[in-house]
Structures are given as structure tokens and as C-alpha cells.
């Protein structure tokens, strides 16, 4: 058998167990829910695993590793800042926001405010996020199957993020939240396992020595000692002072946009206690820290073993190089078959992980449209479950060619760095108006608006005239340049413009309701009267 057809199979083997399980959870859900919240089923444990699966996403894997084998120490400021990330999710917003809402952010929101426009903005901003992150899923998704199936044709690739596209709303649209959590969950198992193996064999090789490792990956990155310290990617002396804010934005973007991330926040929705909700935050920065550790073993052994200039050639932002690692390791230790079959297994796993994170973003932007802007704004409440579940069906297959559409277009662009712009646009938008809602009394409807538009406007509008979509070769547009904003990561002008907003906007509002405030803070704090807002 050749190895195009040994890898071809087991990847398909793997795609048909995940369709297998959301076929299988499809039965299970009757009720909106089921299926926006997996019926509330889940113990910490499950859900724990379920971050994971939905964390440790393509940005991570095949990112984070990329940009490690590309530009070294800088590569890995990454890892610390998605992980760091965390904390603020698990002391601020998990247990609160479990015990205020529903379903979605907005139900948060809009419980001590006028309901139509904070949904609004609210709905916008998560389909805005959302997209914005699938762009990046969806982008790694066709460089790893280009890669798996020899597909090196530019039509060809285009054809590979159109049924990727396709394969994600599959299981959206059929599993719903059961059969997306149960596929992160078996996800967030195989690649914990697949990226432990070959970290275990690049250590090995190595005697276990990480020095060894890191000496021979700054060799052969042709940039010496350069490699191992700061300044290569961020920060460097030819781009002056705009570097360094950019490295101070793009630590604020990854550190604060976690806890504004859609997908993330209704999995807090999926358990049937805030206890437990606590207990998956620690349990998923348990598994998420012991994977970022890995990363750094998978960037410089793929560095070391294959090659900066050879990653580079497969694809210019890196994303291919955990994979390629996988087949140069697998060669060198067990032969050409042991390393078509480690290649395959790692880039199926990887496929898997992009899977199970698409499907979460779909579905959290799908349910926003659903339960937020139909049944509360346009249908003002006078709706069925069965009705918002149709709706929220369609919106799934409607932004999921939104998103195949912007993936084609963002060929080339390294997805850990797209990434870092949604947890930007997140950031900006989303968390000001969580965390006002959660812990300021005055906070208002205009405030609330207020926040949410400026953060996603600013944020959105400082990257269209960044260097990431002119004005530079890496470019969306390589050839234009219309670019007046120096950062290629908007977060540090953007997310104080989402929090000033929301000030003034509150200010200049004489909107307040003192009842309203005292049951939702008794609520979130407590836990007192949460099956309350399960339930109406």
C-alpha cells in the first residue's frame, strides 16, 4: 500500500468515528436545551476536557508550533499568553456567568436592561468574533489536509477549506452541543496523546537533554543564539517602537479575549452547577498548561529536524511544521512506513481538533442569531423551541459559507496569528460589557451597547488599516496599501476603547435599576435562584 492511500484511510477512519458520534448524540437532543447546552449534563470533569478539545484548537497545534520553528522564543510568548488567559476566566467570569444566564452571553446582559438592543449588539459581536476565529480553524484545516492528501494545487486547496466548511456544518447541524462536546472530548484524549508521542520521540532522540534540543534547533534555524532569545519576531530594532506595542497588544489580546470568546463562554452553560463550572475551568488549564509545554518541544524539534526554510516552503506561515515534525521523527525512528503512519495519525487527530472547534464556533454563533436576535429582537419572545432550533440550524449553514468564503481569502496568514486578532476583537467588545454587567451597579442599556460597539467597531476598523490586511507581503491585499494604523494586533487601542465606551455610555444614560442589580448580583455570587434563569 502506498503511503498517500495508508494516510488517506486513516484519516477517513477518524472523520467517520467523529460523524459516527454526532449522528449518534443527534438522538439525544429534543429540546433547545439539548441543544444548545447539551442538556446541562455534563460533570466538570467532561466539560473540563471539552475547553480543552475546544482550546487546544488549530492556533494552538499547528500554530503556536509554527511560529515556534519559525521565530523561536517569540513563537512561544503565544502559549504563556493563551494559557495565562485563563486565570481571568476562571476568577472572573465562569462561576458568574454560569449563575446569570441561560444560554448565551446576552442572556447575562440583557437581564437588567432593555433586552432589544443589548441582544443586538450582543448578537452581532459574537457572530463577528466568531467568524473572525473560524477564519483561522478553518485555514489550518485545508493546509492539513492539503498536506495528508498531497494536494498542492491552489484550486485544489480552495476545494479542501470548501469541504472542510461543509464537514463543520454537518455536525453543528446534527449534533448540536451534545455531539459538538462529546467530539472535543474525544478530540482533547487523542491529541494530548498524539502530541505527548512525539514529544516523548524528539526528547528521546535527544537523550531527554532539552538543551541538545534547543542548541541543534538554533543551528539549523540559520539564525544562531538569535533564535533563542526575544526580539526576533516582536520588538526588533528595525521596527522601532511600533514592535514593542505590538507585543504589549498582543499580549493584552490573548490574555483578556479568552474570557470574551464566545464558544468558551456558553460551555459554562453545559453544567448543572457552578461548582462545576469552576471545577472544568481548573481541570481545562490543567490539561491546556500541559499542552503548551508540549508545544515547545514540538516547535523546536520541528526547527531542529526539519527545518525552518523547509516548513516555510510547504507553507509560509508555519502552519504545517507539528505535522512535518511527525513525519521526519517517524522516518528517522521507525523507517518511511512508521512515518507515513505517525504523519497520518497527528495530521487526523489535528483535523479532528479543527472539527470539534469549528463546530463550537458555529454553534455558539448559530445559537446567538437563534436565541438572540430572532426569538428576542425580531420575534420579540413569541417563539417555539422547536422554531429557534430550525432558525438556529439555517444561520449554521449561512455562516458557514460566510466563513469558507474569508478562509479562502486569508491563504498564507499564520493562524495563530489570526487567532490572536478574534481574541482581540473579543476583548475589545465582548468583556467590557461582562464585566461591567457583573460587577458595576450603574451599568446600563447604553452602556452596555456603547461598550460592545466601540470595542468590535474599533477593533475591527484599526485592523482593516493595519499592516495585516495592507501594506506589508503577508498581507490579505500584498499589493495594496492603504494601512495608517502601525500595530498588526489592534488590542491595545481597542480594548480601553471598549471599556471608555461603556463608561460614557453609562454616564450619559439616567437608565438604572437598583432591584434588577441586587437580584442578578445575589444570583451570580451565590448561585441563589440559578435554576431560576435555567428554567424562565
Not at 544562531?224 to 530594532?237: I, M, P, R, S, V
Not at 481545562?284 to 529536524?305: E, Q
Not at 526554510?309 to 511527525?326: R, V
Amino acid at each position: 500500500m502506498s503511503s498517500q492511500a495508508l494516510s488517506t484511510i486513516l484519516f477517513l477512519l477518524f472523520v467517520a468515528a467523529t460523524l459516527a458520534i454526532t449522528f449518534w448524540a443527534s438522538r439525544q437532543t429534543k429540546t433547545a436545551a439539548d441543544y444548545y447546552a447539551g442538556g446541562r449534563s455534563f460533570s466538570g470533569a467532561q466539560n473540563g476536557l471539552a475547553i480543552g478539545g475546544d482550546y487546544m484548537s488549530a492556533a494552538s497545534f499547528l500554530g503556536i508550533a509554527g511560529i515556534i520553528a519559525l521565530s523561536g522564543y517569540d513563537g512561544f510568548l503565544y502559549s504563556i499568553g493563551f494559557l495565562v488567559a485563563w486565570l481571568v476566566a476562571l476568577l472572573l467570569v465562569a462561576e458568574l456567568m454560569r449563575n446569570s444566564g441561560k444560554f448565551t452571553m446576552a442572556d447575562v446582559l440583557a437581564f437588567r436592561m432593555s433586552p432589544r438592543p443589548v441582544r443586538t449588539a450582543a448578537g452581532v459581536s459574537t457572530i463577528v468574533v466568531s467568524i473572525v476565529y473560524l477564519v483561522a480553524q478553518m485555514l489550518g484545516a485545508g493546509l492539513l489536509v492539503g498536506l495528508l492528501l498531497g494536494v498542492t494545487s491552489e484550486a485544489g486547496k480552495v476545494w479542501t477549506i470548501i469541504g472542510v466548511g461543509i464537514l463543520m456544518i454537518v455536525y453543528v447541524v446534527v449534533g448540536g452541543m451534545k455531539g459538538t462536546t462529546w467530539v472535543q472530548i474525544v478530540k482533547a484524549v487523542l491529541l494530548m496523546g498524539g502530541a505527548t508521542l512525539i514529544t516523548l520521540l524528539v526528547l528521546g532522540k535527544y537523550g531527554f537533554n532539552l538543551s541538545s534540543l534547543l542548541g541543534d534547533a538554533a543551528a539549523k534555524s540559520g539564525k544562531g543564539d538569535a533564535f533563542l532569545n526575544a526580539g526576533l519576531k516582536y520588538g526588533t530594532e528595525a521596527q522601532g517602537l511600533a514592535g514593542k506595542l505590538d507585543l504589549i497588544s498582543l499580549g493584552l489580546a490573548l490574555v483578556l479575549g479568552t474570557a470574551g470568546l464566545p464558544h468558551i463562554l456558553i460551555r459554562f452553560y453545559t453544567v448543572p452547577t457552578a461548582k462545576d463550572a469552576r471545577k472544568s475551568v481548573i481541570w481545562g488549564i490543567g490539561i491546556i498548561g500541559t499542552f503548551y509545554l508540549l508545544t515547545l518541544v514540538l516547535g523546536f524539534g520541528a526547527a531542529a529536524l526539519v527545518g525552518g526554510e523547509t516548513i516555510a516552503a510547504q507553507d509560509k506561515g508555519g502552519n504545517t511544521a507539528a505535522p512535518m515534525l511527525a513525519k521526519a521523527i517517524g522516518e528517522q525512528m521507525f523507517g518511511e512506513v512508521g512515518g507515513t503512519i505517525l504523519l497520518a495519525v497527528i495530521a487526523a487527530v489535528a483535523f479532528a481538533t479543527i472539527l470539534a472547534v469549528v463546530a463550537g464556533l458555529t454553534l455558539a454563533s448559530s445559537s446567538s442569531f437563534a436565541h438572540d436576535l430572532y426569538a428576542h429582537v425580531i420575534k420579540r419572545g413569541n417563539v417555539t423551541d422547536k422554531e429557534e432550533v430550525v432558525v438556529a440550524r439555517i444561520s449554521a449553514f449561512v455562516i458557514g459559507a460566510v466563513a469558507i468564503g474569508l478562509s479562502i481569502l486569508a491563504q498564507g496568514q499564520n493562524v495563530a496569528f489570526l487567532v490572536a486578532l478574534a481574541f482581540a476583537v473579543a476583548a475589545s467588545g465582548n468583556l467590557p460589557a461582562i464585566l461591567y454587567s457583573l460587577f458595576w451597579k450603574d451599568f446600563n442599556t447604553a452602556g452596555a451597547v456603547s461598550a460592545i460597539y466601540g470595542g468590535l467597531v474599533s477593533a475591527v476598523v484599526l485592523v482593516i488599516f493595519s499592516p495585516v490586511v495592507s501594506g506589508s507581503p503577508t498581507a490579505l491585499f500584498p499589493t495594496a496599501d492603504f494601512h495608517w494604523f502601525p500595530l498588526s494586533n489592534p488590542g491595545l487601542v481597542s480594548i480601553p476603547l471598549g471599556f471608555l465606551a461603556g463608561w460614557i455610555g453609562t454616564k450619559l444614560s439616567k437608565e438604572y435599576n437598583a432591584a434588577k442589580y441586587a437580584e442578578i448580583e445575589v444570583r451570580a455570587l451565590t448561585g441563589v435562584g440559578a435554576e431560576k434563569a435555567t428554567e424562565h
